[in-house]
């Protein structure tokens, strides 16, 4: 059985740094698309950062410059580095990793950006 999970969340001040992580249990790991997403309360999902398994990146314009995607397929992990981080940032972060009609979802990990 195929599982996601992600892991990294917490707390920390504005402008600190965290870095999330997720693993896939599949040896196709490589040829995934991988998505980090977001959701606040009373707000959307939205779509933070993309990696595909080519090693091409995308990332909403709230946050380029700050947080970085990237991945390790020996590992069957990707990453999101994010960096100079403000209480706007505060969030469940969900990864998603896609091809065809496989669509992965983890559980969701908290992130609080607060003083």
């Known amino acids: 059985q195929v599982q996601l999970v992600e892991s990294g969340g917490g707390l920390v001040q504005p402008g600190g740094s965290l870095i999330l992580s997720c693993t896939l249990s599949?040896?196709?790991?490589?040829?995934?698309?991988v998505g980090w997403y977001r959701q606040a309360p009373g707000k959307q999902r939205e779509l933070v950062a993309v990696?595909?398994?080519?090693?091409?990146?995308n990332y909403a314009d709230s946050v380029k410059g700050r947080f970085i995607i990237s991945r390790d397929n020996a590992k069957n992990t990707a990453y999101l580095q994010m960096d100079s981080l403000k209480p706007e940032d505060t969030a469940v972060y969900s990864c998603?990793?896609?091809?065809?009609?496989?669509?992965?979802w983890g559980q969701g990990t908290q992130v609080t950006v607060s003083s």
């Open positions: 599949s040896n196709l790991f490589r040829i995934y698309t």
């Open positions: 990696i595909t398994g080519g090693g091409n990146t």
């Open positions: 998603n990793a896609k091809r065809l009609e496989y669509d992965f």
